[in-house]
């Protein structure tokens, strides 16, 4: 299972709504979802190919971890260093 | 001589009705018995149209036709003149100058005003030495503070709802016991308490005002703070607490929106749709998203990253670091894929600011503390502008940015400058 944020396309705004419950009878744990147009979900690898090519999805990522350094470092700098 | 009486001190309002209306006011309305810091000594000057040549000519007729007793200058060659050496005598004339003091009653002075007359009469002025001017209290500023003129901007971020969406805030901090906070945690099982401190400088640099020494440190320093912890005490946090983080704010009315967050970018990737679409409904809302370039370059080595994610989406701001010199910070990230700009430039390299208690303060470097400085900014620009737009705002953020000699590539419009009021 993978945490995943989907961004739908703006002329399906108005239905998120659907949208989500379609995504759930997919296969898809829908987490959160934004009335601008973000889901944020947890999917398998099947799941995920079935509908990343939706006609709705206009991105499907893996989501990110933001992260800052940890409070002793003088400079606040980014992960991966 | 007729001893002066004096007051303490005594101002006259600097008005432009003031000199046409002193005259009247003095003839009219003075009554310097009332007044404890009289304007006036009780004596009069008269003053010689001519100047010195009609001294003696005066002299006799002050005494022969109106009884003064005229001692003069003249007579203190070789001693020091004193008002005590002439007790005796009323009117004193100051021969080289062509001045008469005269220490007679009103209604004496007052028969000597006459049309055609060749002298003036003015009544004598109490000098006072403004010892209780209250002097300009020298205030101290960070760096940061003093070279983008917020210390000079007479705006101070007040009325306008700041976000600062990071990793939460030190609720009992001293330098903001005055100060009304709205908090929100979206970091589950933990309140917004910040127990990593970041988010509390942040807080300080964006919305903070002075330590107990007095040193400023803070930008918008009335702004409305909105605190949104989205980050945990780690350090980390999960996009979706960001994007609740930006929900809430912008749904609190939010104006500035501060990001001092991100993930690491790599050349050629595109920016994160999820995080554009989120800043595309907080400028729906009237709400302007600035957020960190990013750390991960090492100038000085020759490395360059690009700017992280979320501030390299189109409708973010991303501010770069800049040292004390203007310089670019070694770590600050450049513009290197399509979209991910750099819009503008903030101090960045040692920067003093809020810490969790009982650290107090700290000084750190990083993006991180070059954005909130922007987000103040841009919430005395929303003062200054109660009903500008979001692009409005970012337009005159970079119109009024301070161009530098470094590349856009690394500062954008350049360093971001308080606003100063309209000529």
Known sequence: MRQIVITISDIYLDQLGTLVQSLREDGVIVTHFYEFGVIIAIADETVISRIRNRKEIIALNEEQEATIPPPEADIQIFPDE | MKPPILGQQTFLRDHPATASTYDKYYRERYDREDDPNPLFTGRYLLILKEGSSNVLKTTRMLESKWGFTVANTADFVRETLSESKIRSANALFYNELGIALLGSDKTLVDRLITPGADYLIEPEKVVYIPDDLPEEEEKRSTWGIRLTGADRSPYSGKGVRVAIIDTGFDLSHPDFSERVITSESFVPDETIEDHHGHGTHCVGIACGSDDSEGMRYGVANEAEIYTAKVLNNQGSGAQAWILDGITW???????????????????????????????????????????????????????????????????????????EKLQVADFSNRALNKGGEVDLAAPGVAIYSSWPMPTGHRTVSGTSMATPFVAGIAAMLCEKQPAGTPSSIVSQLKEMAKRLSQLPEDVGAGLTLAPMRDE
């Open chain 2, 249 to 323: 704010a912008v749904n609190n009315q939010c104006r500035v929106l501060s990001l001092s967050l991100g993930s690491r970018v790599y050349p050629g990737q595109r920016y994160d749709m999820a995080y554009e679409r989120a800043a595309q409904y907080a400028l729906s809302k009237g709400a302007v998203v600035v957020a960190a370039a990013g750390n991960d370059s090492r100038r000085s080595r020759h490395q360059y990253s690009p700017v992280s994610s979320p501030a390299d989406c189109p409708s973010i701001l991303a501010v770069g670091a800049l040292d």
